[in-house]
């Protein structure tokens, strides 16, 4: 329950599948910025939207002011009161940090009776409202020609710093500068920052989270994934930190919800932030995802939720600290593996990508010097890409040995005070004045999800794996040292002792410790008694000197691969093919119809389902537990004027074509009129890898239906005051 969709082709000849692709956008293809909207206006037409095209492109306008990213998911805003709907999977985080096992808010669900009730959400929740988006390409890219490898990069980092510094000079925002089409165009994107974020209303896992990680990325669905949370501001109407007299946000406009069903083929369209996608990658980067990357997270994730389930058994307490991390690594396992099978069932996607990039060089190799040097830069590419493989085993679980856990609280600690001793605008993204708020956060959280026992497990996985898959030559000689091993060794023969004595030795298990080191200088935590923070001051030369290497291979991929993206944008213009950035988590619009859609011969699924699915679901054994109080409801027929018609029920969930993906999660689903009919929360197995190749016949989304949102409110846990806040009826 993490993305939207994203896509899986069936076993098809090479050439159709090309056609497939060459032809998606007439399929409603495309995660469009809110500036293409108006070059899409009789695209959008011809599909049902009946409001102005031009408002799509509008950020101070209704529907794009009222849509809003958490950082990782996307929400809205659905009253004058700051009152803000998402996915309750994205609300996790914050339902587990505020249960406990005396108050186990997961289990039973939490609503609000009143604005003092309502709870503050982890220290690092945040409402961001983008009020625009400026391009900034000149200001980051004059005079890059003359520069190459580490000097590159650090021009690029330092001018989009300044760029930000400046911007967020008011006080109260939060600016970032985003790349597109692998660094051809930069854009500045200023949003107002709302630190106060509080819990309003979650139902239970029961209901949203029905169906667990068996259903996850599965139709027909019945999850009822969906949470609100509030966004609270200072008196003064400024973003502040968490105070008890807050007042709510109030924003300058927000959704409507329909009081129309949907049928099928009605116009849909997504506002929201999707992660990133990979379809414009070379033929070798989808080959080391099938071959390599994919396989090796499946079996990771898998392992890692084993050991988490094995550490944790009849201990409550720490079940509940784990549960937001086990729900999002059975998400992302899912996904891997919902990838790989996808690749599996088309007949060469490697080779369809190549056979796209031959035409491409073809295609090229008419067009001059430009076509030259565009195909030396393409050549270039691929041997800077091959390079960078060559470590990828070591990077890979090093970089999970020193991120994980205690150990990553211990060197982000030391990464601080080194970064502190530096001028603001030279520190490292990530440690400057700006993120302090976000630093504190994550240390006063830690305890929130942490134990030692399930986390000395978790070190000891990353740590074997490491042993165990890092080539000889391309081991750390300072984490084997540590390790007391040598290159060619591939067990670690005292581990348990080891990592015994780095438990015992540290006590950054305490949050008060954590924040004491905090604000300490480097020669401090040099100095310190605590073996935690020694593996740290021990591995930070080798994370430095790896840093170094991976931002002078940036710098030079980032020379490459805008030539490559303007080469392709040419060849794809050249063929009438509109082009739209790969999604780089900045808001993007995409549209379509309500859909169902044939997975394989014989089968039709249909777009809609209703409550008469959940009873015929529900076994009362997890994840299939359907809630008495839902039951009951259920069964006397309660809520009528929420049930269609057409369906003769209540709608659950239901399906469409738009093109979507991770960070996506709880975007408003919108309809021809611009009104909320829904939040997409997941996409359909068979179209998981169309974050890499896009296939129209297979990419649905999947939505919560505002109607089942309002019947559970209604009906099961008596929200009747948010029903009110929205203006919509009740009983």
Known sequence: ?????????????????????????CADEGMWQPSQMPELAAQLKARGLQMDPAALS????????????????????????????????????????????????????????SFS????????????????????????????????????????????????????????????????????QFSLIRQLEIRDVRLVYAPSDAIGKFGGDEDNFEWPRHTGDFAFY??????????????????????????????????????????????????????????????????????????????????????KAAELKYASTVAGYNNVLKLYQGNLDGFARMSDPVGMKRAREDELKAWLAGRGAQGKAATAAITELERELAADRVTRERDLWFGNVVNGGLAGTAVRLYRHAIEQAKPDAEREVGYQDRDAPRIKGAMEAFDKRYDARVDQALMALRLQRYASQVPAAERVPELDAWLGIGPQDTVIADLDARLDALYAGTQLGEA????????????????????????????????????????????????????????????????????YPDANSSLRITFGTVNGYSPRDGVRMTPFTTLAGIVAKTTGVEPFITPKAEMDAIVAGEGAQYRMDSLGDVPVNFLSDVDTTGGNSGSPTLNAKGELVGLLFDGNYESLNAGWIFNPELTRSIHVDTRYMRWVMDEVDHAERLLQEMGLPHD
């Open 1 to 25: 329950m993490h993305t939207g969709a994203t896509v899986n082709l069936r076993i098809l000849p090479v050439a159709l599948i090309a056609a497939l692709v060459s032809t998606a956008a």
């Open 230 to 315: 509030r966004a609270y501001v200072g008196k003064d109407g400024k973003p502040a930190a968490y105070a008890k007299d807050n007042v709510p946000f109030q924003p300058a406009s927000w959704l409507t919800v329909s009081q129309e069903p949907l049928v099928e083929g009605d116009y849909v369209m997504v506002t929201g932030y999707p992660g990133s996608t990979n379809r414009y990658r070379l033929p070798d980067e989808v080959k080391e995802a099938i071959d390599w990357r994919y396989p090796v997270m499946v079996k990771y994730f898998r392992d890692s939720l084993e050991t988490i389930a094995r550490t944790t058994a009849q201990d």
């Open 117 to 184: 009730d309502e709870l503050p959400a982890e220290p690092n929740a945040r409402v961001y409202v983008t009020q625009d988006i400026r391009d900034v390409t000149p200001a980051i890219t004059d005079g890059l020609a003359a520069l190459d490898g580490k000097a590159r990069y650090d021009a690029i980092d330092a001018r989009s710093k300044a760029l930000v510094a400046d911007c967020e000079q008011p006080g109260g925002l939060r600016c970032n500068v985003y790349n597109f089409n692998g660094g051809l």
């Open 58 to 113: 509008n950020l101070a306008g209704k529907p794009l002011d009222a849509v809003i990213s958490l950082g990782g998911c996307t929400a809205s805003f659905v009253s004058p009161q700051g009152l803000v709907v998402t996915n309750h999977h994205c609300a996790y985080g914050a339902i587990q940090y505020n249960s406990t096992p005396q108050r186990d808010l997961l289990a039973n669900g939490f609503v609000a009776g």
């Open 512 to 579: 008060a410790k954590r924040l004491q080191w905090l604000e300490a200088d480097q020669a401090a935590i040099q100095s310190a008694d605590d073996s935690a923070l020694a593996f740290a001051v021990a591995m930070m030369p080798v994370i430095l000197r790896q840093q170094a290497d991976n931002e002078a291979r940036s710098g030079r991929i980032s020379a490459l691969r805008p030539q490559y993206m303007q080469a392709m944008i040419d060849f794809n213009k050249a063929q009438g093919k509109p082009v």
